[in-house]
């Protein structure tokens, strides 16, 4: 048996409340799934790695951690992302924790990648080929899912300035996280 076959038959002998309350590891597809088989290439980013890269906003830090992701500028100068030798916005799904984000606008869904606010992502999975499509129609090229911090995985609060000289770049970050409760919590992020 592979592992995937006894991480499987595990799960299958656990209580029902047991089960309802089991966490897994971010997946860019439906079903929990080893990168062995996943259709693609798989890339996982936390946040230690935004953090301690200082990067300036979703779309380098995508550059430079996904193999084979580029950034591209348009004829209006605006930056658009590629996997797989292909650009446009209508074959990259982005999902923001689990919510399918499609923009019908001339800059798809650059919006989100171009704030150069990072602070409350907790982790980015990227699926670099077709097998995001199960997730939507619009992941042929490829898939990004991003999971945001909540209330019960950041606790606390700090401030975060960050300038760049000869640059336009300015940027102050807030962030506060409490726990109210088992399944409750509080995140401001600003």
């Known amino acids: 048996k592979t592992n995937s076959d006894r991480e499987l038959q595990e799960l299958l002998t656990l209580p029902l409340t047991k089960l309802a309350s089991v966490k897994f590891l971010p997946s860019v597809s439906l079903m929990p799934t080893s990168y062995r088989e996943i259709p693609g290439t798989a890339t996982f980013i936390d946040e230690s790695q935004l953090k301690n890269q200082g990067f300036r906003d979703l779309n380098q830090a995508l550059e430079a951690l996904v193999p084979g992701a580029y950034v591209v500028h348009d004829n209006f100068g605006m930056p658009m992302l590629g996997l797989r030798g292909e650009t446009g916005n209508s ?96 995140f401001i992020y600003a």
Do not use: C, W
Request: glycine content about 16%; proline content about 2%; aromatic content about 6%.
């Open 91 to 186: 074959r990259l799904l982005y999902v923001v924790n689990g919510l399918e984000s499609r923009h019908i606008t001339s800059r798809g869904t650059n919006t989100e990648r171009d704030i150069p606010l990072l602070g409350d992502i907790q982790h980015i999975g990227v699926l670099n080929g077709p097998g995001g499509s199960i997730r939507g129609s619009g992941a042929t090229t490829g898939l990004i899912d991003m999971t945001t911090h909540t209330g019960l995985t950041f606790s606390g609060t700090d401030i975060k300035l960050r300038q760049g000289f000869n640059e336009f770049l300015s940027t102050l970050e807030f962030r506060h996280g409490r726990r109210l409760g088992d399944d409750k919590g509080l």
